[in-house]
């Protein structure tokens, strides 16, 4: 394992790979902090040219653009609460906030050291973990994927912004919009009315781009003057990006639990890192010694779901290599790509291949160095973009919406999908509907109705409780949703017998 | 109109929503298809009317909740009648109406749909340059020049995406 890990390292230093890992990274670092043009839209509009070249530059050019997006996505939804992919979702609850307050550039300095560091300590873990790691992937079936799933809803519940009935209710509307198109299982059409643009569903970037980037900059129109609250003034003590570094490094133990869970969570094949980065910052609320922060600018809100992005891409790699199942939307265009370029993905790559394994592990932990140190040395500059007037973002935004929104897929529909979910992304927002518990209700929804279907039809009704995993998975849910209840009511009897 | 009434009407508006996709549902053939879009349409039901009843019979009652401190009531954020929240209080330069918000988006939309992704972006960058950041001219022209060749360059160069040329040349010059 240790002499496959270094026989991938020794890869990199070849001049061609270096040089693509580069290009890659600023493409991605580019694109993906444009709203709407983030993510999954990055890897697409770079995927003609990564099969053109040779195999290796291309694996690099994709694996470089894909981190360099990461911390686009995340930076995207931290200045203009514009998620660029779903799993930049939670950077939201948190990252926009500091930048609200004047501190954006410690978000995004704290944003990208925690991604580097948890690349890292994913790359580390792998290599020690693999054969472990192996027996896991292959011991889970489906019905521990709905659990994950439902672990990804629960955490609605743990941080609801505002009424918590509204934001189940957003989250039930999320994930009936999800269910447009054709039954995964039946292949039934729902909710399409004869039109053959709705019997694919709607995609979640496009919905995306409509309920934040429109909604947001309809609510810059209303309210003038910029992103920053200017009013609030700005203490440069606590917004410079170093201060941000420094606070990753005083919540260390934050950074390598996120790590851990990120790395473990992207490995389970077909969950995605959106599962991942959710459970990260349920856990950061639930063990942080200052959780009524969280919401409203902590920078702890940032760190975590970073640190789990960071490491969630090496061990997303396995079951896409392994068992060519990717881990999220951008592995699948990933896995596309390396099929073109001739690495069919199978046991045999876990096995027999694992020196190209780990390369394309390093090489995503020295894009995520090369990304964190562009990051840190970028952040003051793009949090400068938070200054800019209103004026000038809007149109910005605007445009750059909608004509990223019909590069998807060329359809002139996917631009009135956008606008109408812009309209209704602005009223949710102005009546307390969480776009956010919406958003995580779209992208889980199939995903938990496809492993659910299958579970009851492999192992029956009573699959939750007839498999051991399952039924620890599901009181572990239980306990995550109950505790704070139950701690709520301690401190009450505490303070009633003190008071 | 009181924000409380279009919050009560978005509720409802949201209600009529899942009680039309509870009828859908009941259209399909498949009993799978229905299994799980049921449910949750019908518990997002009741907490629609759970959420209408509190807000508009139970005013005593807070909705917000801490995310510590799950499901126990915290204190009021609900505005009062008359009121005026942050979210809509106009007291910043360049402020404007929420009417004037949706009709400056659906002038995008319509643009792209009849002139295409290029003209339009060209032509609205221009218009709220001039109209809204009360720019002059050629600030304008740049920036709207500017964005609109990057976009041609990145959407219609480098990927070879085929533009949206617009209905009014698709329908009359095509």
């Known amino acids: ?499 | 109109m009181s924000k409380r009434t279009q919050d009560n009407l978005f509720c409802v508006a949201l209600l009529f929503l899942f009680l039309g996709f509870v009828y859908l549902t009941f259209q399909l053939g498949s009993p799978r298809a229905k299994l799980v879009p049921l449910p949750i349409a019908g518990v997002s039901i009741v907490l629609l009317l759970l959420q209408l009843y509190l807000q508009n019979f139970r005013p005593d009652i807070k909705l917000n909740v801490d995310s510590v401190d799950l499901f126990r009531i915290s204190e009021d954020t609900i505005e009062a009648e008359g009121e005026v929240s942050d979210f809509t209080r106009k007291t910043r330069k360049n402020a404007h109406s929420e009417a004037n918000a949706f009709a400056v988006v659906a002038v995008l939309f319509a643009l792209v749909f009849l002139l295409g992704i290029l003209e339009a972006t060209f032509l609205f960058i221009l218009g709220y340059f001039v109209l809204y950041g009360k720019e002059k001219i050629p600030v304008s022209l740049a920036w709207s020049a500017g964005t609109t060749a990057a976009f041609y360059g990145m959407f219609f160069q480098l990927i070879n995406l085929k533009p949206w040329e617009g209905w009014i040349r698709l329908t009359f010059f095509s």
């Open chain 1, 1 to 499: 394992m240790l002499e496959a890990s270094v026989q991938g390292l020794v890869a990199l230093f070849n001049p061609t790979v270096a040089i693509y890992m580069v290009l890659g990274v600023a493409w991605g670092l580019t694109i993906g902090i444009l709203p709407a043009l983030g993510g999954i839209t990055a890897m697409v509009l770079i995927l003609p040219f990564a099969v053109q070249v040779a195999p290796e530059a291309g694996i690099a050019l994709l694996l470089g653009a894909h981190i360099g997006t990461i911390y686009g996505d995340a930076a995207c939804s931290i200045l203009f609460k514009v998620p660029g992919s779903g799993k930049a979702i939670v950077h939201c609850f948190d990252g926009y906030p500091m930048t609200q307050k004047g501190e954006g550039a410690r978000a995004l300095g704290a944003c990208a050291s925690s991604a580097f560091i948890g690349g890292v300590i994913g790359a580390i873990t792998l290599t020690l973990t693999l054969p472990f790691m192996r027996a896991v992937m292959l011991a889970l079936g489906p019905p521990e994927y709905f659990m994950m799933g439902v672990w990804g809803l629960s955490v609605i519940a743990v941080f609801a912004d505002g009424s918590v009935l509204k934001g189940l209710v957003a989250a039930g509307f999320g994930l009936m919009v999800s269910f447009i198109g054709q039954d995964p299982v039946t292949a039934t059409l729902r909710y399409t009315f004869g039109n053959t643009y709705l019997m694919d569903g709607l995609e979640f970037p496009v919905v995306a781009v409509g309920l934040f980037a429109i909604s947001q900059a309809m609510t810059l129109h209303i309210r003038g003057g910029s992103i920053m609250d200017s009013e609030k003034g700005i203490d440069l003590g606590t917004s410079s990006v170093w201060q941000g570094v420094r606070d990753v490094f005083d919540n260390w133990g934050l950074v390598v639990r996120s790590s851990m869970l990120g790395l473990w969570i992207g490995a389970l094949p077909g969950i995605g890192n959106v599962v991942g980065t959710m459970a990260a910052y349920g856990q950061a609320v639930q063990t942080s010694k200052h959780p009524e922060r969280f919401g409203k600018g902590s920078v702890e809100g940032v760190i975590a779901p970073t640190a789990t992005m960071g490491a969630n891409e090496g061990g997303a790699l396995m079951p896409t290599l392994g068992f060519g199942i990717p881990g999220g939307e951008t592995m699948a265009i990933l896995l596309s790509a390396f099929i073109v370029l001739g690495i069919a993905p199978g046991r045999d790559m876990l096995e027999n291949r694992l020196p190209l394994v780990f390369s394309m592990v390093w090489i995503l932990v020295v894009a995520n160095m090369l990304t964190s140190t562009v990051g840190i040395l970028t952040a003051s500059q793009l949090a400068k973009v938070a200054k800019l007037p209103g004026h000038t973002i809007i149109p910005l935004v605007l445009t750059i919406s909608l004509a990223g929104t019909y590069s998807l897929s060329g359809s002139i529909e996917d631009v009135v999908v956008c606008v109408v979910f812009g309209f209704i992304g602005y009223l949710m927002e102005k009546f307390d509907f969480s776009r956010a518990d919406f958003a995580i209700g779209m992208v889980l929804g199939l995903l938990i109705e496809r492993y659910m279907q299958v579970s009851l039809t492999t192992y029956g009704d009573m699959f939750i409780f007839t498999r051991p995993v399952t039924f620890l998975m599901l009181i572990g849910i239980l306990i995550t949703l109950v505790w704070p209840i139950v701690n709520s009511a301690r401190k009450k009897r505490i303070a009633a017998k003190v008071g």
